[in-house]
């Protein structure tokens, strides 16, 4: 297997890349994954990476069909495949929120959606094209996902004793999935919530192979940083606020009542210190960007023949007008649906600068823990805020306008802004995998612009169907019954799509929680002072501490691991390992890579299955009767993989040693390390 620095493909060989037959895959591919996620993320409000099933997906149908397929063919299926995917993410955690917001909308509309998904699927690969030599080339971020579909395709064409690995792995994920997801056997997280001295004290953890494969996949400075954000909005937030202000109307549990506080108040404080971490990060990289923009405008097509066929993007003089094309179409569409052109003009140009800069930030966030985390539902709220202030200054202030437009006017920005970060993670960790196998980046840049195509086209009859069928958000499926009597039972929750409905109603009708963002503004502040990284600290604040935790012990693994492999060449932790230990410690890191690309697949894959299988009406829990595991054991089950997982990535340790004895070693150490990373490092 070549190193992960080296491009598995030269860019001296040329082998079949965008074919005919990839076409035709990817868009039947790109349809499966876009509708699939799309109810997954209504009903459980998250959506699954697609890249890595639609790889292993694509090498299944393609190797079956033909003998003469490449690894660069299986990469662009992957690439169209999950585009759709990324865009109904961006599209479920907004365009429902019409839905919600009263007077607006009362059914999905099949033409404003298209548009919508349309405009914000292309700005956002057109502003991630600009962008992928700035990322990918030259900050080098790590993009887990990226990474991990690199060594499924690579394991793929290889075969032997990698291609084993990753078909055990992704049968081990595969199995693991279907039991948490499919029978329901066990809890899907384990959470409690105890009194303490007046307050209240959460502990929990999703129980997630893949997120386990992430956070082994980024490594244990990252993971660190994630964490902290957790523990920062869950141990220490959250109970003080509880403390101070009270917790409100009891819930059904402990954990409900705890999880109110915390969504309905400290996620805010992720929000602000999300936005000055978006906005300190282009700022400290300015010039790089700057520079970087400079050279993609000032490039002429004519220079092709003088760079190698892994750095051929598209013409970015052609990418710019195109998105400048985008912006006055977007810019149309508001004025057609608002009546007012200064608002629709005022509107586009806001979009194209805010598109652009969470574009950059969410291909950012992709390169640090992977696309599948990558909290589009935060930016769209930091969006909405933005937004709220320029709509009342423009269409309230200034031209008068009614209620029900402004907040219209608000959602179609933020929809398309929200398109646009979510489909700009996928694109980069899509290009980031094309970039180590040796893709040619145009062609896989039009391989992404037909996936995004396909996507837009499918999400809005989906959407309608869902909505036709089951209702979507018990707040509009609750307005209809007042008037049809429709039943709502099996209303799809869409918890996203209701968050941000509730903050443009609050925005225009109530109040927005400032005193939460201004928070998280101070904590930004001095998280900039202390010179840690803003944005990895902003996600774990925003994201629920569960999810933080099996990232953080896949960071922990990964960290024994490699330390394992320096003492059993050195026979000691030194600070500057041998060159013979770094090899040995890179064996363990790409056999681990390997393992952890399987668990997600498999785990992802399943995901996508069991949403199938919803959508169809087969609930297998209900047709085998499966009982449900209670926490212990269920922590336990997942422990039993997480065992399964470390044996299969610590086999290409040196042999000779003792893992207990080294996890003793190294534990002193790991705790040293950990404290220092947080400790400001001085000029």
């Known amino acids: 297997m070549s ?48 890249s890595i099933p639609a790889a292993v997906m694509s090498m299944i149908i393609l190797r079956s069909l033909f003998k003469d397929v490449s690894i660069l063919e299986n990469n662009s299926v992957q690439t169209m495949a999950s585009a759709g995917e990324s865009l109904a993410a961006g599209i479920i955690f907004t365009v429902p929120a019409l839905l919600v917001i009263p007077n607006v909308w009362d059914e999905i509309k099949l033409v404003e959606t298209t548009i919508i998904a349309l405009l914000g699927g292309l700005l956002g690969t057109m502003f991630t ?13 790590p993009y887990p996902e990226g990474v991990a579909c690199r060594e499924v395709l690579v394991a793929g064409e290889e075969g032997g004793e990698g291609a084993q690995a990753i078909l055990y792995a992704l049968g081990i994920g595969a199995i693991y999935g279907l039991v948490v997801k499919g029978f329901k056997a066990t809890h899907h997280t384990v959470e409690n919530v105890s009194q303490f001295l007046g307050t209240r004290i959460y502990a929990g953890m999703d129980l997630s192979i893949a997120l386990l494969s992430v956070g ?3 490594g244990i400075r990252i993971a660190s940083y994630i964490f902290l954000g957790g523990l920062i909005g869950f141990v220490i937030l959250t109970p003080m606020y509880g403390l101070i202000n009270g917790w409100g109307e009891l819930g059904p549990s402990e954990v409900d009542v705890f999880m109110n506080v915390w969504k309905e108040q400290i996620r805010y404080v992720g929000v602000g210190t999300m936005v000055v971490g978006g906005l300190y990060t282009l700022w400290s990289m300015r010039k790089t960007i700057i520079t970087g923009i400079t050279k993609a405008i000032t490039s002429k097509s004519s220079d092709e023949s003088e760079l190698l066929r892994t750095e051929i993007d598209l013409p970015m003089n052609k990418v710019f007008i195109f998105s400048g094309f985008l912006v006055i179409v977007t810019i149309l569409f508001y004025w057609a649906k608002t009546g007012s052109f200064i608002l629709a003009l005022a509107g586009g140009l806001f979009l194209a600068l805010t598109a652009f800069f969470f574009a950059a930030v969410a291909g950012y966030i992709a390169g640090v823990v992977g696309s599948s985390n990558s909290p589009v539902s935060g930016m769209t709220i930091a969006t909405l805020l933005f937004t709220v202030v320029l709509v009342l200054l423009i269409g309230d202030g ?13 959602m179609l920005i933020a929809s398309i802004v929200a398109s646009s970060a979510a489909i700009a993670g996928d694109v980069m960790q899509d290009l980031k995998t094309g970039h180590m196998v040796g893709a040619t980046p145009r062609l896989q840049q039009i391989a992404e612009i037909i996936g995004v195509i ?13 909505h036709s069928a089951f209702g979507i958000t018990e707040t509009a499926c609750l307005r209809e019954a007042e008037i049809n009597g429709r039943d709502c039972s099996n209303a799809l929750l869409a918890p996203q799509a209701e968050l941000i409905g509730d903050i443009v109603r609050g925005a225009f009708v109530g109040d927005v929680n400032l005193q939460m963002i ?31 935790v099996p990232i953080m012990l896949g960071g922990i693994i990964s960290y024994f691991a490699l330390r394992s492999a320096h003492i059993r060449v050195d026979g ?11 090899e040995a410690a890179k064996e363990v890191e790409n056999r681990g890579v390997l393992i952890g690309a399987g668990f997600i697949a498999g785990e992802s894959i399943l995901g996508v299955f069991v949403a199938l299988l919803i959508v169809t009406n087969i609930n297998l829990d209900k047709i085998f009767s499966t009982g449900e595991l209670n926490n212990l054991l269920s922590l336990l089950f997942f422990g039993w993989f997480v ?13 000779g040693g003792n893992l207990i004895n080294e996890a003793l070693i190294i534990m002193k150490d790991s705790a040293q390390k950990f404290i220092g990373i947080f400790i400001p490092k001085t000029k």
């Open 398 to 410: 200034l031209l008068n306008l009614d209620t029900s437009t402004l907040m219209l006017a608000t």
């Open 572 to 582: 000691e932790i030194r600070d500057e390992p041998s060159k013979r230990a770094k």
């Open 129 to 141: 094209i600009a962008l992928r030599r700035l990322f990918i080339v030259e900050e080098a971020l």
């Open 643 to 655: 065992a399964i997982f470390i044996w299969l990535a610590t086999r290409a340790l040196p042999s």
């Open 518 to 548: 201004a928070l998280g503004v101070a904590i930004a502040i001095v998280l900039i002072w202390l010179k840690m990284p803003v944005m990895s600290v902003a996600i774990g604040i925003y994201l629920p501490l569960g999810l933080s």
């Open 216 to 218: 082994f996949i980024v």
């Open 454 to 466: 396909t996507g837009a086209l499918v999400i809005a009859p989906t959407l309608k169907l869902l």
């Open 3 to 50: 190193e992960l620095g080296e491009p598995y493909i030269p860019a001296s060989e040329s082998p079949l890349e965008l074919t005919g037959r990839v076409i035709v895959v990817g868009i039947l591919l790109g349809i499966l994954m876009t509708a699939a996620n799309a109810y997954l993320g209504l009903y459980a409000g998250m959506t699954v990476s697609a």
